[in-house]
């Protein structure tokens, strides 16, 4: 359990430092996602079996079964987060495995208030009051 905390902590203070330097963020995002494709790519290439067409049915299917297919990569809220150092969404979320659906529901919605209270002070902030 030490690990997982102590890679939880280097990650928290890892965002938060690289979120005061988007540029640099984005640089970093973008090599190591080259990286994690380019490593990928190189293991299907030793997989003789591994045709254009099975690895596309393949990654459609674990992108959509990992509802990523429709998902953001990476969005303004990573980075205010990072700023703000606040809680992962997942780790703010805090809805109890056996709640029914309609308290989810509720959580939810105070979530994007929330958040739309955010945004608007953001405007404020970014337009000088305006």
């Known amino acids: 359990m030490r690990v997982k905390q102590w890679f939880d902590e280097t990650e928290d203070r890892t965002r938060a430092w690289l979120s005061r330097r988007p540029f640099l963020y984005g640089a970093v995002v973008g ?11 190189m293991l299907a290439d ?19 079964m990992s509802g990523t297919i429709t998902s953001h990569f990476i969005s303004d809220r990573v980075i205010i987060s990072g700023l ?33 209270g955010e945004i608007k002070k953001l405007r404020r902030d970014i337009t000088g009051g305006k």
């Not at 090599?31 to 490593?39: K, L, M, N, P, Q």
């Not at 003789?48 to 992108?63: D, R």
């Not at 703000?84 to 208030?113: F, G, H, T, Y």
């Open 31 to 41: 090599i190591g996602s080259v990286f994690f494709f380019r490593g990928i790519w």
């Open 46 to 64: 030793q997989i003789s079996w591994m045709t254009g067409t099975l690895t596309f049915i393949l990654a459609l299917l674990i992108l959509g």
């Open 84 to 116: 703000k150092k606040e809680k992962k969404w997942e780790e703010r979320l805090d809805i109890p495995d056996d709640s029914d659906q309609a308290s989810a529901i509720r959580a939810l919605r105070n979530e994007v208030k929330s958040l739309q």
